[in-house]
Structures are given as C-alpha cells and as structure tokens.
C-alpha cells in the first residue's frame, strides 16, 4: 500500500481538487491512504476566529466567510445537493460554536484550539471524500481523531505509537480493499477522546504516521513545487531540484528550518526505510525527489534561511572570564523557558546566542540573568545556514551584508547577517 498527502495548496479550490482527485485516479492500482489538509489558508482562518472569539469579540461574520469559502467549492464541484455532506458540515459547524464557547478558565487556549482548529481538516476532508465519490472513485472518510492516539499536550501532542499502530493497523487495513481511504493530516486524540493537534503543518507527520503502521511501500507528498530544492524559490532566483537525497540530509535541512517538509516527518520513515517522494501536484509525472537511504556524492549547496532572527550576548563586566557555570546558568534559564538556540558562540567574555525573535520570553531571559552579566542584543537579523557549502555559494550570498556572526564548519557554514 501507499500513503499520499496533499497539503493546503493542493485543495485550495474547485479545480485543484479536481485535479487531486485525478491524482488519486491515476494510482487506484495499490491500496492507497490520503492524507488531506485544511483547504488554502483554512487553519490560519480557524485560528483567527478563535482568536476574536477570545478577545470577547464577535467572530460571527468570520465563520460566515469560512462557510462561505467552503460553499463555494461545494458548489463548484457540483456538491450542494449532496444530502449527506450538507447533514455533515451542518453538523461541524455547531461543534465549532460549542468549542468556542467552551472556552473558560477550565478549558485554555490550547485545549479549545484543537476541538476547533482541527475542524478545518474534518471539513477539507468531508469534501474531497464527497467529490471522490460523486466522481466514481469509491472512498472511504476515516476520522483521524479516532486512530491516532496521542498525550494530552494539546497543541503540541506526542504521538502514543503503540496505540495509534494498533488502531491503524485494525480500523484502516480493513478499509483499503475498498478503495482509497481519505483521512485528515495534524489531528488525533487522547486518551479520553478529546481532539489533539500535532502542531502546525503536522501533516506531513500524519502520512509518516499512517505510512509506518501500514508499512507501506512508499510515501509521497504532493507539493507546490517540483520537489526538494536546494532553497526556497520565494526567496532566491535560481534553485536546483534534487533528484535524490539521503533521509539524514533532509531530516538536517528541516532542524536548520527548511520548510518544506514537517521536520517530525522523517524519522519514523528512515526507521522503517520507507522512501518518500516529493513532487509536483502541477506537474504529477514529473520525477520530483526521492528521499531514502543513500549516499548521494557533492551534493549541490542547500541554502536555508531563518528570518527574525535575535542574537543575544551575555558579558562578563568584572575581569573575570566566561566559564562553565555561566554557561550553565545561561542554558537553565533557555530550558525553563523553552527557548531553541539557532547558533551560539562563546569568547573569552561573552556568550553568545541566536534564537527565533520572541520579546516576551527574550525580556524574561534578561531579568532572569542581569545580575550575572550584562546583556545586550539585535532582534529583526537572518541567519542562512548554507549545507554542503562551496566558496563561490557564501561570496555570492554573502555581498553586501553585514555580517554579525559567521561560523563554518566542515560541512556547514552559517551566518547572521542584518
Ligand atoms: N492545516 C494544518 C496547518 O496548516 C496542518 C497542515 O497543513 O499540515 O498547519
Ligand atoms: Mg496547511
């Protein structure tokens, strides 16, 4: 069998669906799982609501665009007449009223976060299932909330492998014989039922999910663009696709903040030497990138770019020098406050770090180590991480920037610039 995920962009309306549904047609000849995200920008929309509804304000006219955007795909794809979805969506909805205004000092943010937010997954999916069907592709609508077990940190929950590759394995195979299985990306559920989401853009990680307990033969994620390029093509003119690349390689470019895969998402693929594709929605038979276990000799230069980016120094102001217990007194505080550090760098008198911008916990941070050190920092910098580099990659991206930190070494080069 085989898993396939589609992300937002590939369902962003009437006609990508269609062409999904053309994708799925093409590749009915093995069991297939199908993976599908919130439709466009739908979370982000979902997210917004939540927030208006939690500033005590009205967020009625923004679930009436959401109903309306979804309308008008239903519409479009000839689905309006369709009794079951309508009775389905109807449905939803108020469970997205009942969530919103669940929210009290019992239930948080993030616990109403994900009974809403992962609405937009349950919706898309509702859709594309209905389409599928109406278009003569028998489908099967699997609730990922129901399969996919997981701790109770919502917003950020851990998957329980144990019981999610039990569930899998007895609800979904017995399903695949019937066609396709569509289900949602980024949504589970805890021990007692209540709605968890993986964080966000966790669905690449859900097809990893679903892929590992099926064992299945192959994964591939329909994208935007033509496969894994060597730099993001929103922010440099010229990329070079990668025909292949080890699992290592890209489970690094995702640490160092490539975005193009959810970084969660390779681990359990390499574990169980599960290939994974990446290619083109656009352009569905072109090769795109695989990525397994291989060696792929000089590997052209990966360029990635982290934005907003705050270096932060620690001084020693009394002659003395930075020594271990400094150190440790600075990383305590970066662990209680759940900081990730992008860089560091240490000199005879300062520490030095790189995180992302956050001027809440970077204020908590100073008032936590003031009477240590003195403390200084620039918030708003970049930091490109170039892997594999080559001279003539860091002198072109490097002109004209003034350049904050640089550190290299043998196969990576970094820098922060402003
Ligand atoms: N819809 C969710 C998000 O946009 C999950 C995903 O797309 O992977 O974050
Ligand atoms: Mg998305």
Redesign the pocket.
């Given at each position: 069998m085989k898993v396939f995920k589609f992300?937002?962009a590939s369902v962003k309306d009437a006609g990508s669906v269609r062409n999904m549904s053309n994708i799925i047609r093409q590749h009915l000849s093995s069991p297939l799982v199908v993976v599908v995200?919130?439709m466009d920008k739908?979370?982000?929309a979902f997210e917004a609501i939540l927030a208006t509804t939690m500033s005590g304000d009205d967020s009625s006219a923004q679930i009436e665009a959401v109903k309306a955007f979804h309308k008008n795909i239903i519409k479009d794809l000839g689905l309006q007449t369709n009794p079951d979805l309508n009775e389905d969506l109807d449905q939803i909805y108020e469970q997205l009223i009942h969530g919103l205004n669940s929210y009290s000092s019992t239930f948080g943010y993030d616990f109403v976060y994900d009974q809403t937010v992962s609405l937009?997954?349950v919706i898309s999916t509702k859709i594309v299932a209905a389409h599928l069907n109406q278009s003569e592709v028998p489908c099967t609508w699997v609730d990922a909330r129901k399969v996919v077990k997981t701790n109770d940190d919502h917003r950020q929950a851990l998957v329980d492998w144990g019981a999610t590759q039990a569930m899998i394995k007895s609800q979904v195979n017995p399903l695949l014989a019937k066609g396709p299985v569509i289900t949602q990306?980024?949504i589970g559920s805890n021990a007692k039922y209540n709605t968890t989401t993986l964080g966000?853009?966790?669905?690449?990680f859900s097809a990893a999910i679903f892929a590992t307990s099926l064992k299945a033969k192959a994964i591939t994620i329909w994208k935007d663009v033509p496969g894994i390029l060597n730099a993001d093509p929103k922010k440099f003119n010229s990329t070079v696709l990668y025909p292949k690349l080890p699992y290592k390689e890209v489970a690094e470019m995702t640490y160092y903040g490539a975005s193009v895969i959810?970084p969660k998402t390779i681990k359990p693929l390499a574990q169980n030497g599960i290939p994974l594709y990446v290619k083109s929605f656009q352009e569905p038979s072109a090769e795109g990138t695989s990525i397994e276990e291989c060696v792929v000799p000089n590997l052209h230069p990966a360029i990635i770019l982290k934005e907003k980016q705050t270096v932060m120094s620690f001084k020693i102001s009394d002659f003395s020098f930075i020594n271990e217990g400094h150190i440790l007194s600075i990383f305590e505080n970066i662990k209680r406050l759940n900081l990730t550090i992008n860089l560091m760098q240490n000199s005879a008198i300062s520490f030095t770090i790189c995180m992302d911008d956050n001027p809440l916990k970077r204020e908590q941070l100073q008032t936590a180590l003031s009477d240590l050190f003195s403390i200084y920092y620039n918030e708003g910098l970049s930091l490109i991480t170039v892997k594999n580099y080559n001279q003539a990659t860091i002198e072109e991206l490097m002109k004209n920037r003034e350049i904050i930190i640089e550190q290299r070494s043998r196969n990576n080069f970094q820098v922060v610039f402003r």
């Open positions: 992300g937002g995200s919130a739908m979370t982000n937009a997954e990306g980024f966000r853009e966790g669905s690449d959810h």
